[in-house]
């Protein structure tokens, strides 16, 4: 349920077009509803300004399905994350609309109004192609939430000229997220080239002494940048959801 749904309900009330027990029962599933498994959040969007999000992993495919169409019902915008291939194809049998992204290892539908209205960009930067899983989720959650997103990939640290080359780009985003593993230390390199937050990402990529992302953690957490922050490690679905957040600030709506 989303601020100009419950809005519009609420004027159709007023008008008369709409009786008041109608409107009650369009209202029974706020603040949640009790899919039995799941109690499905309907009412974030109302305090956050953003609908909740499915992850995905650890859950059935038929839960997966069912919150899905849960959250489709209640007309707001859908992702779910961390998505195997078997439950995309359940969730998209019944949405035939929705979006699967295999990389991403997500399932994206756009339902609301004003999804052509930019709230902002967002740079996605990753070290390698080795990152692109992790990048790739935080762009397509930027993307679900009506941020622009430029995608700037494989610029590691390993050849600086591939970074350099795209000051232009990092120069016009409101916000950053930079996904690396190895050491780490892409995202001080971006924090000194840029004025805007940066959102370091460690990802589980590495050799053995990577401790699956727990040394780009650590070097991420003690950069010199100071307008580094770090999220853990491979998320980049939270990473995008900040920087929404933060785009949105730069860029509110009149």
Not at 9 to 17: C, H, S, T
Not at 178 to 198: D, F, H, K, N, T
Request: proline share 4%; charged share 15%; net charge negative.
């Amino acid at each position: 349920m989303t601020s100009s749904s419950l809005l519009e309900i609420l004027a159709e009330v007023e008008r008369g077009a709409l009786t008041p027990a109608d409107a009650a029962e369009r209202l029974k599933h706020l603040p949640f509803e009790d899919l039995g498994h799941t109690r499905v959040d309907h009412h974030r969007s109302l305090r956050t300004g953003l609908p909740e999000v499915i992850y995905a992993a650890g859950k059935t495919s038929q839960q997966t399905s069912d919150i899905f169409a849960s959250m489709v019902a209640d007309g707001v915008d859908v992702l779910a994350t961390r998505v195997d291939a078997a439950t995309a194809e359940l969730v998209l049998a019944q949405h035939p609309d929705a979006k699967y992204n295999a990389i991403a290892r997500t399932v994206a539908l756009r339902q609301s109004s004003s999804a052509a209205m930019s709230r902002g960009n967002i740079a996605v930067v990753c070290a390698g192609t080795s990152d692109l899983s992790v990048a790739e989720e935080a762009a397509v959650t930027a993307e679900i939430f009506d941020a622009r997103v430029t995608r700037l990939y494989d610029v590691g640290v390993a050849g600086m000229h591939r970074l350099l080359a795209v000051r232009e780009e990092l120069a016009e985003a409101d916000a950053v997220i930079v996904c690396a593993g190895m050491e780490g230390a892409l995202p001080s390199v971006v924090g000194g080239l840029v004025g805007v937050p940066v959102i370091a990402v460690p990802t589980s990529v590495g050799y053995g002494t990577s401790f699956a992302g727990v040394t780009a953690l650590l070097g991420m957490l003690n950069s010199c940048s100071p307008n580094v922050t770090v999220v853990n490690i491979d998320n980049g679905f939270g990473a995008a959801y900040t920087a929404v957040l933060i785009a949105r600030a730069a860029h509110p709506t009149s």
